[in-house]
């Protein structure tokens, strides 16, 4: 028989429960089976994966289930649960458990845990003070990434041994000045405080003063401090990591004195409303690897050991400063949304430099784009210059210097254009670049440099002045795009050949595009949203278009096309629009809306789009009535709140496509895009105007509570007793 401890441990493992339908977490290798897995009574416990035994008396000290694919409640419904009694350290973090925490402090009790880490899991409710009152020995305590409620009671402050304090990311929990008081004074041990998004707009900031001496890490970003914070904080002696960001009602200064030493390697105020010039006693921060600050950019070159420098939307003016290549370990300029004018220029930057990302989009920076950027930042992978007033000229052969290079963004320079010299591939290729963005530049022509680049997912050329078609020459090196956007182009026709089966986005709106669709489109299985809208097209809609690829979003809407509307299938699309063109007949029975060739009474429309929330057939001749079960469409009958991308209420929700944060509609034959936040809820929109519709208007629109714009004008319908307009 298996000795007491695996025994104890063997009955511990019949009680969890786990999942392997969700992911673990960004830290954890889904691939990776549970770590009970190796628990097993033929072998000893203290080989088991996460058990650790105590190396004299061999009992089980420390057991680390994170990662684990756990599921339910500690402790499970009415199983008894023993863990080894002399256990001290206890990890469960990264898992899929939920309930209550005083649940697990019953479990918990018999125990005089030191470290007791559960976080990124899914307990709730308040952390109760008989939860705390279990643990006064601890000196390690992760409850972060749960959804803790409620007051942080003031018997946290019993914890008197902790050294390392955790509730981050609990965005429902608060603390008021009392308790943060009894905490300050009491954890005289600490040396790691992290309470990352929570509440504390009832905490003055000079009672940040009361906290020990001792603190090596302070997080406290995104907690609403409101106040002036005592410029001491940043001469708290052994003080390396301080995150004060996005606390916007947050004033303050730092340090001018040039005694001013730190042990600071992390600095960041980012969106804090802290006034005045960046003094020039930082240059005395000699550790610093990370700094994000709001205010001048420094003229001095004193931070040798920097890793980082984030100072995006600032007022900051003037040059970039060429001693910000020299430094021997940067890796990161953000210097986005701000006022600079130039670069440095090619003589001042004579070495290769350890930049890796450069971020200066959203500036007034002229002239040409010096080439030191792609001769002598050999480690550079992300260049993001948009949005300034670049101009001239870039070549192939200059781009094809940057090896690493994988993001690309100069969009939004309208002076800029390129030249497509001739690259030779066995010298020039492109082996990392994937991201690439020269929308609204001064581009005639597709880029050849983009042949080469064999891990191309993203292409934007859209907004520039390319003329004539796309051909297969001008789409090689494209077989591995996921999104391509060439609208407002110049674009006549596209060939039959089109790139892989990968590409789920495709945008050739506000071009001068004539003759049918091509069927080529149909054989792109991965397409989802594909935009033609604004173009010279006509013919008929072909029919594989309703049935293959399962759209979610088609836009043809403002060109010529005549004849009918094919059947789709239904599942998948959220919006179609088809409005100004020559459409007729009637509208197929798949839309959920009407089949005319029925007796409307004795119709029951199937839900085949229960997530359809914009249909735009106006400026069409379609002609019929409406019946009175006209819509069955589950999106537009409730109204929701903001959605949540991580719950099952994300359900309805309006998806907007990467980098987009508006709606395209059209109105009275103007085309509108309605900007919106990223957790917009439902865009709603029925609009049939200007076509030949006749009849009374449906009651059933009147239950469509969560409509936000209902448009049947320049028809034909008249007032009937049981027309209704409810809630729209």
Same mark, same amino acid.
């Given at each position: 028989m298996p000795p007491r401890r =695996?025994? *104890?441990l063997l009955h511990f493992k019949t009680t969890l429960s786990l999942? &392997?339908?969700? %992911? $673990?977490?960004?830290?954890?290798?889904?691939?990776?089976?549970?770590k009970t897995n190796s628990w097993n009574e033929t072998t000893n416990c203290c080989l088991w994966e996460g058990v650790t035994c105590d190396k004299v008396t061999a009992h089980v000290v420390a057991l680390d289930l994170s990662c684990s694919w756990l599921i339910g409640s500690l402790p499970p419904p009415k199983k008894p649960l023993f863990l080894p009694p002399r256990l001290q350290r206890l990890n469960f973090a990264r898992n899929n458990l939920d309930g209550s925490i005083s649940s697990a402090a019953t479990l918990l009790s018999q125990l005089s845990l030191t470290h007791l880490d559960l976080s990124y899991n899914y307990f709730s409710g308040p952390i109760s003070t008989s939860f705390l009152s279990q643990f006064v020995s601890l000196t390690y305590l992760d409850l972060s990434f749960n959804q803790f409620s409620g007051s942080i009671p003031s018997e946290i402050s019993l914890l008197s041994n902790l050294v390392s304090l955790d509730l981050a990311s609990n965005d429902e929990l608060t603390l008021d000045e009392h308790s943060f008081d009894l905490l300050a004074r009491n954890l005289s041990k600490l040396t790691n405080l992290n309470f990352g998004d929570i509440d504390m707009s009832c905490v003055p900031p000079p009672s940040l003063l009361n906290l020990t001496s001792t603190l090596k890490h302070l997080s406290l970003s995104s907690c609403e401090l409101d106040g002036e914070l005592p410029s001491e904080v940043f001469r708290f002696p052994y003080l390396q990591y301080l995150d004060l960001s996005w606390n916007?009602?947050?004033?303050? %200064?730092?340090?001018k004195s040039n005694n001013w030493t730190s042990p600071l390697k992390h600095l960041d105020l980012a969106y804090c409303n802290f006034e005045g010039e960046i003094p020039a006693s930082l240059g005395n921060l000699t550790q610093i690897t990370f700094l994000a600050l709001e205010g001048v950019l420094p003229s001095h070159s004193g931070l040798q050991n920097l890793d980082g420098?984030?100072?995006?939307? @600032?007022? !900051?003016?003037?040059?970039? $400063? /060429?001693?910000l290549f020299a430094l021997p370990s940067f890796r990161i300029l953000d210097l986005s949304n701000n006022k600079l004018l130039s670069l440095p220029t090619d003589d001042q930057i004579?070495?290769? *430099?350890?930049?890796?990302?450069?971020y200066l989009r959203s500036n007034h920076i002229h002239g040409s784009i010096p080439s030191f950027l792609f001769h002598h930042l050999v480690n550079l992978t992300q260049l993001d210059l948009s949005s300034n007033n670049l101009s001239g000229v870039i070549t192939s052969d200059m781009l094809a210097k940057a090896k690493s290079l994988h993001t690309l963004d100069l969009s939004s320079n309208s002076? #800029?254009?390129?030249?497509? *010299?001739?690259?030779?591939?066995?010298? %020039?290729?492109? @082996? =990392? #670049?994937?991201?690439?963005? #020269? /929308?609204?530049?001064?581009?005639?022509?597709? $880029? /050849?440099?983009l042949q080469t680049a064999k891990k191309l997912r993203y292409?934007?050329? *859209?907004? @520039?002045? !390319?003329?004539?078609? !796309?051909?297969?020459w001008d789409s090689e090196g494209w077989e591995q795009l996921t999104e391509l956007y060439l609208s407002h182009n110049s674009l006549t026709s596209v060939e039959q050949y089109w790139p892989g089966q990968k590409l789920q986005t495709l945008d050739v709106s506000s071009n001068q595009l004539h003759g049918e669709i091509p069927t080529s489109f149909c054989n792109m299985s991965s397409l989802q949203s594909l935009d033609l809208s604004v173009n010279n097209l006509g013919g008929i809609i072909p029919s594989c278009l309703a049935t293959s690829p399962p759209f979610r979003e088609l836009r043809l809407q403002l060109n010529n096309f005549h004849g009918q509307i094919p059947a789709f299938e239904s599942g998948a699309l959220r919006t179609l629009a088809l409005n100004d063109n020559q459409l007729e007949g009637l509208l197929p029975r798949s839309l959920d809306l009407i089949d005319f060739m029925v007796p409307f009474e004795n119709v029951i429309a199937p839900s085949s789009f229960p997530r359809l929330e914009i249909i735009d057939l106006s400026q069409n001749v379609f002609t019929g009535t409406l019946p009175p079960n006209l819509l069955n469409l589950t999106s537009m009958k409730y109204e929701r709140g903001p959605c949540k991308f991580d719950s099952d209420e994300s359900e309805g929700c309006t998806f907007l496509l990467p980098d987009q944060n508006y709606v395209e509609i059209v109105m009275k034959k103007l085309q509108l895009?309605? @900007?919106?936040?990223?957790?917009?809820?439902? &865009?709603?929109? !029925?609009? &049939?105007?200007?076509?030949?519709? %006749?009849?009374?208007i449906p009651e059933v629109l009147g239950e469509l509570g969560a409509l936000l714009v209902l448009n049947l004008s320049h028809n034909h319908f008249h007032p009937t007793n049981t027309g209704a307009y409810g809630s729209t």
């Open positions: =695996e025994l *104890s999942d &392997f339908s969700y %992911y $673990p977490g960004f830290a954890c290798d889904s691939t990776s089976p549970p916007q009602n947050l004033t303050g %200064y730092l340090p420098l984030h100072l995006s939307d @600032n007022l !900051i003016s003037g040059e970039v $400063p /060429s001693w004579q070495n290769p *430099s350890s930049l890796k990302e450069i002076q #800029l254009s390129l030249t497509n *010299s001739h690259i030779h591939h066995d010298n %020039y290729t492109f @082996n =990392e #670049l994937y991201n690439v963005t #020269l /929308s609204s530049c001064n581009i005639t022509r597709f $880029p /050849s440099f292409l934007d050329l *859209s907004n @520039n002045k !390319i003329e004539g078609s !796309i051909s297969k895009k309605m @900007n919106v936040g990223p957790d917009v809820m439902g &865009f709603t929109i !029925i609009d &049939f105007s200007d076509n030949q519709f %006749y009849g009374g």
